[in-house]
């Protein structure tokens, strides 16, 4: 049973509804005496009991039937002025099943404060005046039906409404979430199995496409949970979450369609589209890695400290790394997301998966394109980096630098696209990685149906390479002989040649 949280009667709104008072219960208690203190059944009898105030006769049924009456009296109904006060966001009223207001009774007696704060002594009466009815021989007719009172903030949803309106402009909606309203609709009906939630007696669910909107409008802009709050007229907390939900989605959803290691079709096409934009035969893919900056961990705090970005912006700032491998078009076929900060490229690469594969011998007959931060190997191809570039050590940098710039192209629209890449997230550093998972595969999402960034938003942004030499920068003496051939090649037979591999 519920109590409601209007007030007690008092004693003037006693004797306006009841002005015949019983005799009984005209004995006043002695004046330093404390009022009704407690009311309790005992053998199927209500026993009201002050310091010299007893009533209870277990013999008479006249007075145990009145004494019940008097407790059925005694039940409140809900102030209409109360309610008028009470914020029309905090109230759900009751729902009516028949004609007239539906009210949800309850005992009250004259209480002292001490025990009118204490729950324990209200939920006590409410089960007393229950049973004394129960006892009383009512009839437990069928109650109307009552919804409960729910404490729930009524916030605006005006700008959700308006931007989910097929009137909205395109153009507004595109600078908003990144993606045109067609995208935007698809990843809503690509997510829906998985995110849809049922209604409960309590309350609606959130629709599936408010849910997307939070976590791509959260991604998009970057801006604290507090403002995605206001925006769709939800709570923070609320929000946090269907950012975590979504992205795990996307990441468990959509990774294995839109972001995967190429099969033997697709890696000859790329190959040979590279081949065709540089003349560098068996390209298989650009490997670029940047920084996404963080709120200083609370453990190992010294493996996530980025010198690069500390002396750079003269702050004292932090960082986790994010590894990509790119095709010509500037969507990812493979990530490496979470390795601290202070890790240069070239261990990044030696922890990441794409390593692993080329050890077991399924990168053979394929180059991968690195900057000059991760080495030279049987596999990865890098620009020449000592001093006094021949002819054609200087031609064949200008080729790597063509096919890494696709790389690093990719990279400024991925951190311009998604604006929480820009900044320190508020998003735990052990759940960040999903969430960067999903920049990059809503990423590759909008590179494959040609989405375009507004320039308002490009220009804004501009991407700073943070590569650093590594200690080994050769680390094969075929992948010498080979680089230099392509170099040759390049330079004397028209941008063709074959390689060492």
């Not at 049987?378 to 080729?399: A, C, G, I, R």
Request: overall charge neutral.
């Amino acid at each position: 049973m519920e109590i409601s949280s209007c007030p007690f009667l008092s004693s003037d709104d006693f004797s306006q509804f009841y002005p015949t008072p019983y005799p009984e219960l005209q004995t006043s208690p002695p004046p330093n005496s404390p009022p009704w203190k407690k009311r309790r059944k005992e053998n199927d009898v209500i026993e009201i009991t002050a310091d010299d105030v007893v009533l209870k006769d277990k013999d008479s049924s006249n007075n145990n039937t009145r004494i019940k009456e008097i407790l059925s009296s005694l039940l409140m109904f809900e102030d209409e002025n109360e309610r008028e006060n009470q914020p029309e966001s905090w109230l759900i009223s009751p729902q009516n099943s028949g004609s007239g207001p539906v009210h949800t009774p309850a005992p009250q007696t004259q209480l002292a404060e001490a025990e009118v704060n204490d729950p324990k002594q209200k939920n006590k009466r409410s089960r007393t005046a229950t049973d004394s009815q129960a006892g009383a021989g009512a009839a437990p007719a069928t109650a109307p039906s009552t919804q409960r009172r729910l404490w729930v903030k009524d916030r605006s949803k005006d700008w959700w409404d308006k931007c989910s309106h097929p009137d909205y402009p395109e153009q507004e909606f595109q600078k908003s979430f990144r993606m045109s309203k067609a995208t935007f609709n698809m990843v809503c009906e690509e997510l829906e199995p998985v995110i849809t939630k049922k209604d409960t007696m309590l309350r609606a669910a959130i629709p599936v496409r408010q849910r997307v909107a939070v976590c791509i409008w959260r991604l998009a802009t970057g801006e604290p949970l507090r403002l995605v709050s206001k925006r769709f007229g939800l709570g923070i907390s609320t929000c946090h979450k269907l950012v975590l939900e979504v992205c795990a989605a996307i990441k468990t959803t959509l990774m294995p369609r839109f972001l995967q290691w190429p099969d033997d079709a697709r890696l000859s096409e790329i190959k040979d589209e590279y081949e065709l934009m540089s003349g560098i035969p068996n390209v298989g893919g650009s490997i670029y890695t940047t920084h996404i900056p963080i709120i200083a961990p609370k453990v190992n705090v010294g493996a996530y400290f980025n010198k690069r970005h500390t002396e750079r912006n003269q702050k004292t700032s932090y960082s986790i790394t994010v590894q990509g491998v790119v095709d010509p078009n500037g969507v990812f076929t493979d990530v490496c997301i979470g390795w601290p900060g202070s890790m240069p490229d070239d261990k990044v690469l030696e922890q990441s998966a794409l390593f692993q594969r080329a050890n077991r011998g399924l990168l053979n007959n394929v180059w991968m394109v690195g900057n000059s931060g991760v080495p030279l190997m049987d596999w990865v191809l890098v620009p020449y980096t000592h001093k006094n570039l021949t002819w054609t050590q200087h031609s064949f940098n200008e080729k790597i630098g063509d096919i890494q710039k696709v790389a690093r192209d990719s990279f400024c629209r991925l951190k311009r696209r998604w604006g929480c890449l820009q900044k320190r997230t508020e998003v735990k550093l052990q759940e960040l990685p999903v969430v960067l998972g999903a920049c990059c595969v809503l990423h590759n999402i909008c590179e494959m149906r040609k989405e375009v960034i507004d320039p308002e938003i490009a220009n804004s942004f501009e991407l700073f390479d943070d590569e650093m030499l590594p200690e080994n920068a050769v680390r094969s003496a075929t992948a010498i002989q080979a680089r230099d051939h392509i170099a040759h090649n390049l330079l004397h037979h028209g941008l063709g040649g074959t390689s060492f591999l």
